[in-house]
């Protein structure tokens, strides 16, 4: 009777008297759980407890090494799926008609008849990966699910070699080349992941426009034979159709009528975008831009510095 009345009280001296108690320290146990003041016994609170679903289940921590087993089954998963895109990427007509016109060195003496017309190279392949951590398309994009694999190139030899392309005479008439392919012109193919869409399943146009910048600048850079550089005076982008994500596209881009002569500091280059698996398939986007070539030296060297430059 000591120990029960001052307890239910919350009197601090019936506390203590019942802490001298077996029988009163089992009943503060059941006060300190149910509540104090509360009549619920203690079998009927685990009813209660047991009826109420967790909404936070404890998730013990992964150990090292199980840690490390999920990453390298991602990395494997990635590596595969990039395999496999960049074996369709080889896989295209396209790209099949290219390589037969084309060399991965612009000196080197074709075994053919005629000397080739373009030199396959991959933007961005030869940077260091320290360098390419702070480039959007080939670092922060270059996952999965955005940029599988890095784009691939055929250029004019003559646009290789620092030759003028247009009146060399290393490249061959367009009437010698295969189907509808251009040697004046430059070719840059893409794959797009689905995490560069903008509205579902359409890319973002932000991000075809930077396709253009990236694409004209290959031939842009390459009309100065001084420094190989130069900077995005304007771009104007015309967008004609949706473009689909998981597909392949390329860019067909050259230098406007009048911007193709030497020791010129700008530069107008066009170019379309089409579906890279479809022979002469619809344009999706067209673009534009204007390049000038800096004067600067110390700007020269920065910009010969970065990703984007021109080999």
Do not use: W
Request: with cysteine; aromatic share 6%; charged share 20%.
């Amino acid at each position: 009777m000591i120990a029960t009345r001052p307890l239910l009280q919350g009197s601090t001296a019936g506390l203590l008297t019942a802490a001298a108690s077996p029988t009163a320290r089992s009943g503060r146990r059941r006060l300190l759980n149910e509540g104090r003041g509360s009549t619920t016994s203690q079998s009927s609170r685990r009813a209660l407890t047991s009826s109420v679903p967790r909404t936070a289940p404890q998730v013990s921590s992964p150990s090292a090494s199980s840690t490390r087993g999920s990453v390298a089954e991602q990395l494997e998963d990635d590596e595969a799926y990039s395999a496999r895109i960049e074996a369709s990427l080889f896989s295209l007509p396209l790209v099949q008609k290219l390589i037969a016109l084309s060399t991965t060195d612009a000196s080197a003496s074709s075994s053919s008849s005629r000397p080739p017309i373009f030199k396959m190279h991959r933007p961005y392949g030869g940077v260091p990966p320290t360098s390419l951590q702070h480039h959007m398309t080939a670092g922060l994009m270059r996952k999965r699910t955005g940029f599988a694999t890095l784009p691939l190139c055929f250029s004019p030899v003559g646009d290789s070699d620092g030759s003028d392309s247009i009146s060399g005479s290393s490249a061959a008439p367009v009437s010698q080349t295969s189907s509808s392919l251009n040697p004046r012109r430059t070719y840059t193919i893409y794959h797009l992941g689905p995490s560069l869409c903008g509205h579902p399943s359409i890319i973002h146009g932000g991000l075809i426009s930077t396709l253009f910048d990236e694409a004209l600048a290959i031939p842009g850079f390459a009309a100065f034979t001084r420094t190989r550089v130069g900077l995005t005076a304007s771009l104007e982008v015309r967008y004609k159709q949706f473009v689909e994500p998981h597909r392949f596209v390329v860019i067909e881009a050259g230098l406007e009528e009048g911007s193709e002569g030497k020791g010129g500091r700008k530069a107008m280059v066009s170019g379309e975008m089409r579906y890279a698996d479809e022979e002469d398939g619809k344009v999706l986007a067209e673009g534009k831009a204007l390049f000038v070539e800096p004067r600067d030296e110390k700007l020269v060297a920065m910009l010969r510095s970065s990703p984007n430059a021109t080999p």
